[in-house]
């Protein structure tokens, strides 16, 4: 990973260091073109692109946090773009005045830690006062919300949370990981587990804490290209990702809501075509891109179940061919929808859920025990992201 930084900062080291790299929020209703259009960017730079690169382009969200290099006369000079936690946009003016577009990783630090606290408002409120961890607190609430009562909780009850979360420029950066929690209510102690498997949680019995399940959304003939958040290809001596799966399957095929949830967008999205995108429970949303047609008498705000008609197989957009390209999204971040779909049970049988047990109470032992690490373990605290300074787009 050193290797691959040292060559991006190879790349962008004839930039001066004393240009003010500046921290926008991405504004609804923003797209790719617009933003070439801007900046005066021929939009050639878009269509010359290869099929996966248009689809990165989709998925810019409104809200995310991008950097900005100008120059004195206000043109553009480097622009970096998260798409995920993993990759990034990145265009750049070359010595000729032209503009170079590249997918690049996105360099972070990762820490793995166990935080104990002793309540004494709400979890919530304790967690952002000991770790100002805002995801964190959310996450963990999400994680028990359908195995717990918070209100239960009394004063002096602990938390124990062993988690994984990304930082970048001295701030968090994406959704933490949690790898095992317990909280203690009114004496009784409630555990949950992650498993690497599917990333959903289990009780300490290895029962999936999932209240719902997803379905394959439409019938294919084969999967034509599968998830991939980041790979380095050796030939193209480029980065890659496809943040979703496709099904190859005949135009005019009926796609299906992959679960319950309400619609949030439906229609023309960049690369992506005619595109639906659903919200459904504990932050995970999909979207079905590359549609014919959409089914009537949908729009956006629909309550939609799972199994329900949606739309047609088609290849608008940036399409080789008729598939659905179905994303899968925890929190704003893409996820492998293969993980969820093929795997999601209610509860782990055979030698697997024996296997996952003994790691399971393993772990809870080790969690009990950190309640005696109050004053030892001493979680990282970062204050609230602003720039106060100006810094370095190599370092991004």
Known sequence: MKKIILLIFVFLSSFVFAKEVKELSWPKGET????????KIPQSLYFDLQKEDKELCSEINAGISYHLLLDEDNSLNQVLIPVSEDIQLHIAKQKDGTYKFQTLPISYQEIEETLVLETSHSPYIDIMKKTNNRNLANELIRAFKSSVNFRGMQKGDFVV??????????????????????????????????HERDGQYYDINGKSLTNFTFKTPVTYSRISSKFQKRRFHPVLKRYRAHLGVDYAAPRGTKIYAAA????????????????????????????????HKFKGGLRSGSKV???????????????????????????????????IIKVTKSKLKGNEKKVFIEYAKTMSNRLKGHTKELNVLIPTKLEDPTLSSPISIRNI
């Open 260 to 291: 319950d949830g309400r619609i949030t967008f439906r229609g023309r999205k960049g690369g992506y075509g005619n595109t639906i995108i659903i919200q459904h429970k504990d932050g995970l949303r999909t979207l079905y891109a590359h549609q």
């Open 305 to 339: 179940k799972k199994g329900q008609h949606i739309g047609y197989v088609g290849s608008t957009g940036l399409s080789s061919g008729p598939h659905l390209h179905l994303g899968l999204y925890r929190n704003g971040q893409a996820i492998d929808p293969l993980r």
């Open 32 to 39: 790719f073109l617009t933003f070439l259009e801007q900046y």
């Open 161 to 194: 949370i062993k988690y994984k979360q990304k930082i970048r420029l001295g701030k968090y950066f994406g959704q933490p990981e949690i790898i095992a929690a317990m909280v203690e209510i009114n004496g009784d102690n409630n555990f949950i587990f992650r």
